[in-house]
């Protein structure tokens, strides 16, 4: 676990999962998963391709609604208001307190790196443009962006673009900060500086649920790791006993797939600096 965080036991949920499933027809693709994520925990989610991952993600900010279960988020039920149905209206506001950074970026195309990040605050939570703007600037720099802060999304490398998108999930002041697969669509040699800015959050404990295939940094910084098998949680356990000495048969096939070549980022690409 980081030093610096709390232990979990002794904060408030920031995330609490009961018994959610979803399925598109046949396919059962989240059976039951229950989950509770303390503020500052943060917990990496494994498993192989198709077992449920990002659509667990998408389920906890309501980008797919569950077929059953709850999902609550800083004590506040998603998608539901007592027995009724949230409007859209109230699932934004809902959804304001949680961050999503995806495998794809989803910049918006026509904005500059700092409209990008500025959008959500201004239009959304209707705050003053130039506190947002400095706010904003001020990620740009943590992020190693200040510098390309008029280039739209074209002009940026992949892990540029990423950085970019950490910094706008950032803006909206968040209570939970969803990752799904931030470096699956970059070139291995940008995959670092992306790594480095999510290691920075990990430091100043920020509530973080990351979807990940990156197993040296998800040891580095996981609070806890969470393995999904089937769209089932299979095994939960701290980092160290999850790799070296995962308690089911699918968590050590898994992990010997990655010891034996996969994508698994080698320790010396976990950096702890970005590069511009």
């Given at each position: ?9 002794l ?66 039920r ?23 950074v ?24 209707k705050r ?49 900060l ?17 790594l ?75 950096h ?5």
């Amino acid at each position: 676990m980081n030093p610096s965080t709390p232990s979990p036991g002794l904060l408030a949920p920031a995330l609490r999962l009961s018994g959610v499933s979803k399925s598109f027809g046949a396919s059962h693709v989240l059976k039951d998963v229950s989950l509770t994520v303390a503020k500052g925990e943060i917990v990496c989610v494994l498993g192989p391709s198709g077992c449920g991952k990002s659509t667990l993600l998408r389920c906890i900010n309501w980008l797919e609604e569950p077929d059953a279960g709850t999902v609550i988020v800083s004590g506040e039920r998603m998608g539901a208001r007592g027995a009724h149905r949230m409007s859209e209206k109230e699932l934004a506001r809902a959804r304001s307190k949680i961050g999503m950074v995806f495998q794809h970026f989803a910049l918006w195309p026509h904005l500059t790196v700092l409209q990008n990040v500025m959008e959500a605050p201004v239009h959304v939570h209707k705050r003053d443009r130039s506190e947002v703007r400095r706010e904003a600037m001020e990620l740009l720099e943590r992020v190693g962006l200040e510098e390309r802060r008029d280039h739209f999304p074209s002009q940026l490398s992949g892990g540029q673009k990423q950085r970019a998108a950490i910094a706008r999930a950032l803006a909206i002041k968040p209570d939970l900060l969803l990752f799904d697969e931030p470096t699956s669509a970059l070139d291995p040699v940008l995959v670092g500086e992306v790594l480095g800015v999510m290691t920075g959050l990990a430091k100043d404990g920020i509530t973080m649920v990351i979807v990940t295939h990156e197993m040296a940094f998800a040891r580095k910084v996981a609070s806890r790791i969470v393995f999904m098998h089937d769209g089932r949680i299979a095994e939960e356990a701290a980092p160290a006993r999850f790799f070296d000495q995962p308690g089911t048969p699918e968590a050590r096939a898994f992990l010997r797939h990655f010891q034996h070549g996969a994508s698994a980022a080698p320790l010396h690409l976990v950096h702890e600096g970005v590069s511009p």
